[in-house]
């Protein structure tokens, strides 16, 4: 009777160890999804909706595996604008957002599409790039700069011939 007792009380003793396991690991997930919602996708959301022209885009974005603060993932959802280049301006929205929210930009931006990596781009880059765009007589200008600025996947620049346009779509389709 007593082995009895002592059995229950072991396997009672692992039954509330468990359920705090799993509680730790709820609130443990919780509190990450809400650090990646409240300080990276919301100021992102708000500044594209803010924006006619950026209104038609919108990103998931999120640290890179939600805890690594060195890069920044900007993966493209939806895509409902007229001219698909100003995909760039919505990526300098997010950026002065980010900026604006006093949280600033990681050391590498990676845009992906569909979870795809696509381009990446250095945070400095894309925070001076975004800043000069609505201050600039020349806007196309700037984002020509900011594209000469990005870098494939794998880190390699993309070439001199790859203009505004042939960026936009490549990150647009998810390929060339």
């Known amino acids: 009777m007593l082995r009895q007792t002592l059995v229950g009380l072991r396997v009672q003793h692992e039954k509330k ?19 990646n919602y ?9 500044a594209l909706a ?13 640290l890179r ?5 060195t ?8 895509v409902q604008a007229a001219d698909t280049s100003d995909v760039f301006r919505a990526l ?28 990446t781009i250095a945070g400095d880059d894309l925070r001076q790039r975004a800043h000069d ?16 600025a990005l870098r494939g996947p794998d880190g390699k620049p993309l070439g001199p011939e790859t203009t505004v346009e042939s960026a936009a779509r490549r990150w647009v389709t998810g390929h060339p």
């Open 92 to 119: 300098a929205a997010a950026a002065n957002a980010l900026v604006d929210a006093s949280w600033g930009l990681p050391g590498t931006v990676a845009l992906s599409r569909g979870g795809v990596p696509v381009y």
């Open 50 to 62: 803010a924006d006619q022209r950026t209104a038609g885009f919108a990103f998931t974005a999120h």
């Open 133 to 148: 765009l609505p201050l600039s007589r020349r806007p196309a200008q700037v984002l020509g700069a900011m594209v000469q």
């Open 17 to 35: 160890r468990r359920r705090r396991w799993i509680v730790a690991v709820v609130v443990l997930v919780a509190l990450v999804w809400g650090l």
């Open 71 to 78: 890069t920044l993932t900007l993966d493209l959802g939806r």
């Open 65 to 69: 595996f939600f805890l690594d603060p």
């Open 38 to 46: 409240f300080m990276v996708s919301r100021p992102i959301a708000a």
